[in-house]
């Protein structure tokens, strides 16, 4: 710190302290705005670990980041009223302190020390979340597809696609019509045996997930849609006694060119919401599916998740990652239903009609869910968690107040927008980051209203009033890559009034078990929380009931067990209640717990050492084998551990796959060496 001799007074000591702190944490981050106060020139905001600051800023003392101030530490000496706090421990609560200040005193800064601004916000636990990079759009040869391969089954098509870089899941959709054999050759026998294997390489295959859905309509009618779902394995169709085969060729009849009629394909897929059936549209133009980008339809709206903003070669055979589509071809058609109203997100499809899955261009739609299960990739699906990428590792996380992309909410004050952008094998300093903003129903397009270049951007939208609602999505130039995000759909409410103010709820494993903790900021009539627990996201039970607070103005901290998890995902959330009865629920949190052992694989990709740790329930030894891309056994080593480390500098760069034996289970993971 720099103390400065004292010179007759220049400025004064700011009146008020600001108002309105929204903090928002990720696991390793926390993102804060306030409201200025009205005779301040700049801001000291000061974090503590423990609710209370033992001394206070000192007047004519010029206070600058890592200082000390009691038993706090200054983060910032700023004019700005946003910030962002990283490198944080996770599930870890900071406390903060804000002072008004006027900074520019020749005998040095003069700060308010009564009643600063103040709050508290706890890190994220780790896991929360992943990034998984595949297709939903391809075909085998039960339709028009592996043209260079006939025979080639969906099964053959997904053990293709799992040796291709950074490639986790492959959706096949087959054409729903029949024309001629390959052209495109759908018959409603085969579609169900597609659906068989996709379910039974999803058994055998943990670390790789087979999708299997249908490619619905003629493009001289109206355009093609991609359609799936979680348990819906329903063939949608016209025709009858196609290919020498008498009977429907299909299993639910949609009228053909028929997308927004009353039995239209979007209606039917609306009906299946249970199983959470999803529309993607393919290689759109602007009067496909019944002419839905220049008239909102509703029904539309609530089947569509989302548009392809590139697709193809669709006939490419190149292997070599060497033959991208066209950057961004049809992000107009995205931008313009965002600006009709609707709610869609972006994805990027290969469209392969060869034998080149995943191997064609490194371009990928990236789903962010929290495991790679069937139920959870839809899922994130249905809710628009994902975003288009030309770089196959590029990961984004994309927040506002902590809801991700694709979340549509309502929240007091300005919106806090957080982005970060990581990649293990390309640069992310020099990136360009475009924060889009649009108003649904306007008509007009989302245009950038923030840009800087960087992996990390906090940006407090305070254009946005009172009582209005906006969507903010994400673009990223990085090198010769681009990114486009799904959006977010944010409406401000300064005078929502919440019951509870739940500030913090994380669930975490605890020698088998999973502890659930969560804090409040303010409590008013609340009367209790009732701790829910679901096996598939969809069915909830009552494991525990906590008495809430009714009335508070300070934290307070809940905690509760769940003692009996079920093997698989656990999905936990808070039904908080009042004391009218009236309920509110909390976001989700996710824990998995596996059998056997758990296994963490790091760095992948690897270019020196490879670290293996394993969570182990039992004593067996395990084996670690080392396959090359082609089912060749590189290597092989035997532990009883907890750990292992691999020297991998001397293999050849590219794909493997690992194979931990452990008793009777098996594991297989994929790896990148570089």
């Given at each position: ?245 008498p009977g429907n060729n299909y299993d639910v009849y949609v009228a053909k060119n ?406 009777d289970d098996v594991k297989i993971e994929k790896l990148l060496v570089q």
């Open positions: 710190m720099n103390v400065q001799a004292q010179i007759p007074g220049s400025c004064l000591v700011p009146a008020t302290q600001p108002n309105h702190l929204v903090l928002h944490a990720t696991t390793n981050s926390i993102a804060g705005s306030f409201t200025p106060s009205g005779d301040a020139d700049s801001y000291l905001v000061i974090s503590c670990p423990t609710p209370e600051l033992t001394a206070m800023p000192v007047t004519n003392v010029n206070y600058t980041t890592g200082d000390i101030v009691g038993n706090g530490t200054v983060l910032y000496n700023m004019p700005t009223t946003s910030f962002v706090i990283p490198n944080l421990d996770p599930a870890t609560t900071y406390y903060l302190f804000i002072f008004s200040a006027n900074k520019n005193c020749s005998e040095g800064e003069k700060y308010l020390t009564t009643l600063p601004l103040t709050g508290n916000s706890t890190t994220k636990l780790t896991g929360i979340n992943n990034v998984y990079f595949g297709n939903l759009h391809s075909h085998s040869d039960y339709s028009d597809g592996n043209k260079d391969n006939p025979g080639y089954t969906p099964a053959d098509d997904y053990l293709y696609a799992m040796s291709a870089q950074c490639m986790d899941f492959l959706g096949i959709a087959e054409h729903n019509h029949y024309s001629s054999n390959n052209n495109p050759g759908t018959l409603i026998s085969k579609y169900h045996l597609g659906s068989q294997q996709a379910n039974a390489f999803n058994a055998s295959h943990s670390n790789f997930l087979a999708l299997y859905g249908m490619e619905w309509g003629v493009i001289s009618g109206g355009g093609h849609v991609v359609v799936y779902g979680d348990g819906m394995d329903q063939l949608f169709g016209w025709e009858s006694n196609v290919g020498g085969v028929d997308y927004t009629g009353a039995n239209g394909l979007f209606k039917t897929i609306n009906d299946r919401i249970s199983m959470n059936t999803f529309a993607t549209l393919a290689h759109p133009n602007f009067t496909d599916f019944g002419n839905i980008s220049n008239a909102y339809n509703a029904v539309a709206d609530d089947a569509i998740v989302g548009t392809a903003v590139a697709s193809g070669p669709a006939f490419s055979t190149n292997t070599t990652y060497s033959n991208p589509p066209s950057s961004m071809y049809y992000l107009p058609y995205y931008q313009k239903l965002l600006a009709m109203g609707y709610h869609v997100g972006p994805t990027i499809d290969h469209d392969n009609h060869y034998t080149t899955f995943g191997k064609t261009s490194y371009t990928r739609t990236a789903i962010v869910a929290p495991a790679l299960t069937k139920t959870e990739i839809v899922k994130a699906m249905r809710n628009m968690h994902f975003y288009a990428t030309e770089d196959c590792d590029s990961k984004i996380d994309f927040s506002i107040n902590n809801q991700i992309m694709g979340s549509q909410f309502m929240d007091r004050y300005a919106p806090v927008i957080n982005v970060k952008l990581s990649d293990a094998t390309t640069p992310t300093n020099n990136a360009v980051i475009n924060i889009m903003y649009g108003e649904p129903g306007s008509g007009i397009n989302a245009t950038s209203i923030y840009s800087t270049a960087g992996n990390m951007v906090t940006y407090t939208d305070i254009q946005l009033h009172d009582g209005a609602t906006g969507y903010y999505y994400i673009d990223i130039s990085n090198g010769s890559s681009r990114i486009i995000t799904a959006p977010i759909w944010y409406s401000r409410n300064d005078a929502l009034v919440l019951s509870v103010n739940l500030i913090a709820f994380d669930a975490q494993k605890i020698n088998g078990n999973v502890k659930l903790t969560w804090s409040t900021a303010q409590e008013i009539n609340s009367h209790s929380f009732e701790v829910q627990r679901s096996a598939d996201g969809r069915n909830w039970i009552s494991i525990a009931n906590v008495n809430a607070a009714g009335n508070s103005n300070m934290p307070i901290y809940y905690n509760s067990m769940d003692y009996a998890p079920v093997m698989g995902v656990n999905y936990y959330r808070l039904k908080q209640i009042d004391q009218s009865g009236n309920a509110l629920y909390s976001n989700i949190k996710t824990i998995i717990f596996t059998p056997g052992y758990e296994v963490l694989i790091t760095p992948n990709p690897a270019h020196e050492k490879l670290n293996i740790y394993f969570t182990k329930t039992n004593n067996l030894t395990t084996k670690v084998q080392l396959y090359s891309v082609n089912g060749q056994l590189v290597k092989q080593w035997a532990t009883n551990e907890p750990s292992l480390q691999i020297n991998v500098s001397t293999l050849p760069r590219g794909m493997y796959f690992i194979k931990l034996i452990n008793g």
